[in-house]
């Protein structure tokens, strides 16, 4: 059985005592959600603080990206190592925002992917098609591109520290929602690039999160498709009672 993992990307949003605040506010509600592995994920700005007052809880604190280097002359970039050292276990590599905003590459992203595994984090891997690229029937090239160029050179091992996260780009703050079908037939296309590349027991083991408009009222039919082990939410993560009522429904 995959533990459901639920996380909250806070994107940038928050100041930090706001941030503190809403890690104050989430802490007793989810207090005794002990089925699901619970992570936020604050701006840089924010992440100690956070990482402070969650320490001895249940919710886990993770970064929104890591650069490939531990230190050095890297403007406004931070290394995984001081994700760590400020807190965090975990991160988010190759968010959709990043792949098209900031235009990461299937190789930074791998490179990033690496480099934050060896450096002890664990990482939340996004993968996720284009509304066009879905519409023109390329969204299984697309996915197979992102697994297969993002999870390069990664051992069995390796893989026990990642954990996938399906968000089809059109559904991310948008409203729109895949419905439970649609992510997990993606989700099984997914498994099934992870067992090709990595075999059986890693492909059964690894959890797949779903990302996109996320809310407390979709997540029980979501999580109720064999294949969704999870989410990754945005928008409904900015509040504690509507981020607790989707861990809730996780329970
Ligand atoms: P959303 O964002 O829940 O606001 O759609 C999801 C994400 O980008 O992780």
Not at 89 to 94: D, E, K, Q
Not at 221 to 234: H, S, T
């Amino acid at each position: 059985m995959r533990k459901p993992i639920i996380a909250g990307n806070w994107k940038m949003n928050l100041k930090v005592a706001e941030a503190v605040a809403l890690a104050e506010a989430l802490k007793p509600l989810v207090a005794d959600a002990a089925a699901v592995e619970i992570v936020v994920c604050p701006t840089y700005v924010s992440l100690y603080s956070v990482a402070k007052a969650l320490a001895g809880s249940n919710i886990a604190v993770g970064g929104q990206d890591a650069y490939v280097k531990e230190s050095g002359a890297y403007t406004a970039a931070i290394s995984p190592q001081m994700l760590a050292d400020a807190g965090c276990t975990w991160t988010i590599i190759g968010h959709s925002e990043r792949r098209h905003i900031f235009g990461d590459t299937d190789t930074l992203l791998n490179e990033k992917l690496r480099f934050a595994l060896a450096s002890g984090l664990k990482v939340m891997f996004c993968i996720g098609e284009l509304l066009e690229e879905r519409k023109s029937g390329k969204m299984e090239d697309v996915i197979k591109r992102q697994v297969v160029e993002g999870l390069k050179g990664l051992s069995s091992a390796d893989l026990a520290n990642v954990v996938l996260a399906y968000e089809p780009v059109w559904a991310i703050g948008t409203g729109e929602t895949a419905s439970p079908e649609q992510a997990e037939e993606v989700h099984v296309f997914t498994r099934a690039l992870v067992r090709d590349m990595f075999g059986a027991d890693a492909a059964e083991a690894i959890r797949i999160q779903y990302g996109g408009s996320v809310k407390a009222d979709n997540a029980a039919e979501l999580l109720a498709k064999p294949n969704v082990d999870g989410f990754l939410v945005g928008g409904a993560a900015l509040k504690a009672d509507s981020f607790a009522a989707i861990i809730k429904a996780g329970c």
